[in-house]
């Protein structure tokens, strides 16, 4: 199950989400701004996913200078979409 969230334009990212039934968390970034804020970024990208209860996913983040609300709305609108399929059942 796959859901995405967000735009590619400026002050903004695009998240993906690939809910897994096993394995670990992997995040993955892309962002111009990741030697200075790349290990924030990836810690509230597991905030987030700690919080809605996700132990098994890969996530993409391609960021484009996106504040911290901004990431932590995508990543839960993507786990949203991702786990729709599993609601509608």
Known sequence: MMGEAGYEQSQDCKVTVKL?????????LN????KMFGDQIRQK???ELDFL??????VTIDDFSALDFVIQARVRTAVRRARRP???V
């Open 20 to 28: 897994k039934k096993r394995g670990k968390i992997k995040i993955v």
């Open 31 to 34: 962002s111009k701004m990741e």
């Open 45 to 47: 990208v597991q905030e």
């Open 53 to 58: 209860g996700v132990k098994h996913a890969d």
């Open 86 to 88: 599993e609601e509608d």
